[in-house]
């Protein structure tokens, strides 16, 4: 029932036996999870299953009921809500939490990473959805966290916004190359974006799979698909 | 472009509504609305000038006007405007102070909640007005009676609507707050507050309209200076036109502090579509 900062290892994240309940409901049980330094991860599985759970154990924000739990340093959370101080402006909203002299430059860096470099001392108000997420994952990365993680930030957005959401994440993490934790409906998302694909089931990583060059993606999108329960059987047959 | 029309004809049509007509209506509306108080005013000033109004009852408004004058220029309504101002400033800072200061812990801690709330609402219940007699008892009709009185009337908005900001300040936000790594102080003053401030500032709204009407109704009682002391020591000489003087000023610094709390809520709410000014 630890959660501590791990040394400098290969896997920067370590989690063995989980066990997460709400109340008398136990969510997770005797859950493992590793995740390289700078790995990016993606865990698919139906809704209901834990995965928010999960991400939230891992973030430091739920007590854990057994199991440990190590991350490296503070991890950044990007949230399916943008959640932007309203009363704040974007550059301020950037660096909230950032113990830094030149914090205005940093978020103007930023910023300036996901192409909101010119807005610095606009308010979230006057944002859309698409860009709104973009500050929060600047301000996710401003912090330039070990460990990012992701729960569905992306699911708001329409398809085209998506599409070049997926783009900007996959050029942010390989500049800054925290391990990450991609929590997501869409297997499409994961397949671009994981270097491995988890599927969890009745409150553990039930599947794995890896995203690789020979392997054909709609192949792997099948497998995926039928992980979740959603493929067709007879097709599998 | 004609078909889409006309799949529109079929449903609900939207015409071109034609605007000027409707300015028209704005303006007239505007002027006829400045023009009722204005000729009442005149009608007000024409009865006392001839005579149809007893000017021990109701002055013209145009001797009130050379009242106002008269007493500016011998200092007199300065003074007594200043002591009141000063009565009010007290009395709100002192009061307002105390009810944000337990509207602050009451509303970031259960137990705090749970040793001062109730008491707080019973006491709520009580119209402070109804206190009158006995603040009079335990402090005399000096200065102490009236700012307590002021202080008494601030309290109550400030304290519940700080509490009741602070509890609905999105949980997610704090949470968000957590997640960056802020320290208590931190989360304090970036989150809880600003996402209390709209309904601390209501607080702050109703609250100058109280310590207003507190104010009049402690200074009526027993002052030696003040613009209540202005008016009740002109009913002693029948003197309406200061009477009416100080009602009209009591008047209009009830409408400056309103405008004080909106000028507030402008600075301090920029960033909110209510309240804001819009860009
Ligand atoms: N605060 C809570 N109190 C009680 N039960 C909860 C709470 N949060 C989640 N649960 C339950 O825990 C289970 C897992 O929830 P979780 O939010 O982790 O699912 P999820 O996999 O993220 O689902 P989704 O894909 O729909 O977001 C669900 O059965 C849910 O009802
Ligand atoms: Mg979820």
């Known amino acids: 029932m630890s959660r501590q900062p791990s040394a400098f290892h290969k896997s920067a994240v370590v989690v063995s036996n989980l066990r997460r309940a709400y109340g008398d409901r136990i969510v997770i049980d005797r859950l493992n999870l590793r995740i390289g330094e700078g790995e990016f991860?993606?865990?698919?599985?139906?809704?209901?299953?834990?995965?928010?759970?999960?991400?939230?154990?891992?973030?430091?924000?739920?007590?854990?009921?057994?199991?440990?739990?190590?991350?490296?340093?503070?991890?950044?959370?990007?949230?399916?809500?943008?959640?932007?101080?309203?009363?704040?402006?974007?550059?301020?909203?950037?660096?909230?939490?950032?113990?830094a002299a030149d914090a205005r430059e940093r978020a103007a860096a930023a910023l300036g990473e996901v192409g909101l470099g010119d807005r610095l001392d606009d308010w979230p108000r006057n944002l859309s959805g698409?860009?709104?997420?973009?500050?929060?994952l600047a301000r996710a990365l401003v912090q330039e966290p070990k460990l990012l993680l992701l729960d569905?930030?992306?699911?708001?957005?329409?398809?085209?916004?998506?599409?070049?959401?997926?783009?900007?994440?996959?050029?942010?993490?390989?500049?800054?190359?925290?391990?990450?934790?991609?929590?997501?409906?869409?297997?499409?998302?994961?397949?671009?974006?994981?270097?491995?694909?988890?599927?969890?089931?009745k409150g553990v990583i039930a599947d794995e799979h890896r995203p690789s060059a020979e392997k054909d993606a709609s192949v792997l999108r099948a497998d995926l698909l039928r992980a979740l329960g959603v493929g067709s059987e007879r097709e599998a047959a | 472009m004609s078909s889409t029309l006309q799949i529109v004809a079929e449903g609900t049509s939207y015409a071109p509504v034609p605007s000027a007509r409707i300015r028209l209506g704005k303006n007239a509306l505007l002027l006829i609305s400045w023009l009722v108080p204005a000729a009442l005013l005149v009608l007000w000033e024409v009865l006392a000038r001839f005579g149809s109004i007893e000017p021990h009852v109701m002055p013209a408004p145009s001797k009130v006007l050379a009242t106002?004058?008269?007493?500016?220029?011998?200092?007199?309504?300065?003074?007594?405007?200043?002591?009141?101002?000063?009565?009010?400033?007290?009395?709100?800072?002192?009061?307002?102070?105390?009810?944000?200061?337990?509207?602050?812990?009451?509303?970031?801690?259960?137990?705090?909640?749970?040793?001062?709330?109730?008491?707080?609402?019973?006491?709520?219940?009580?119209?402070?007005?109804?206190?009158?007699?006995?603040?009079?008892?335990?402090?005399?009709?000096?200065?102490?009676?009236?700012?307590?009185?002021?202080?008494?009337?601030?309290?109550?908005?400030?304290y519940i609507n700080t509490t009741l900001g602070i509890r609905q300040v999105d949980p997610k936000l704090i949470e968000l707050g957590r997640v960056q790594g802020l320290g208590t102080w931190e989360l304090i003053r970036r989150i809880i507050l600003p996402g209390a401030m709209p309904s601390i500032l209501t607080g702050v709204r109703f609250s100058l309209a109280t310590a207003w009407l507190a104010l009049v109704v402690a200074e009526t009682i027993g002052a030696q200076a003040g613009l209540?002391?202005?008016?009740?020591?002109?009913?002693?000489?029948?003197?309406?036109?200061?009477?009416?003087?100080?009602?009209?000023?009591?008047?209009?610094?009830?409408?400056?502090?309103?405008?004080?709390?909106?000028?507030?809520?402008?600075?301090?709410?920029k960033w909110h579509p209510n309240y804001g000014a819009r860009p």
Request: with cysteine; net charge positive; proline share 4%.
């Open chain 1, 41 to 99: 991860v993606a865990l698919l599985g139906e809704s209901g299953c834990g995965k928010t759970t999960l991400l939230r154990a891992l973030a430091g924000l739920d007590p854990i009921q057994g199991g440990s739990v190590e991350v490296p340093g503070r991890p950044a959370v990007v949230f399916q809500e943008h959640r932007l101080l309203p009363w704040d402006t974007l550059w301020r909203n950037v660096t909230l939490g950032l113990r």
């Open chain 1, 130 to 136: 698409g860009q709104a997420q973009r500050v929060a």
């Open chain 2, 228 to 269: 209540g002391f202005l008016a009740m020591d002109a009913r002693e000489f029948l003197r309406t036109d200061i009477i009416v003087l100080a009602i009209v000023i009591y008047a209009l610094i009830g409408v400056g502090a309103d405008s004080l709390a909106r000028l507030l809520e402008r600075r301090l709410l």
């Open chain 2, 68 to 158: 106002a004058y008269n007493l500016t220029v011998s200092g007199t309504l300065l003074h007594d405007l200043s002591v009141s101002l000063l009565r009010a400033a007290i009395g709100f800072a002192i009061g307002g102070g105390i009810g944000f200061a337990l509207g602050i812990l009451v509303g970031l801690s259960r137990l705090a909640e749970a040793v001062v709330d109730r008491t707080v609402q019973m006491v709520r219940a009580i119209p402070f007005l109804a206190l009158l007699p006995l603040v009079i008892v335990w402090f005399g009709v000096g200065e102490a009676q009236k700012i307590f009185l002021v202080a008494l009337g601030v309290a109550f908005p400030i």
């Open chain 1, 152 to 201: 569905e930030p992306f699911a708001a957005l329409d398809a085209l916004t998506r599409i070049r959401m997926h783009g900007l994440v996959k050029d942010l993490v390989a500049r800054h190359h925290p391990g990450a934790l991609l929590v997501t409906h869409d297997v499409d998302e994961a397949i671009r974006l994981a270097d491995r694909i988890l599927v969890m089931r």
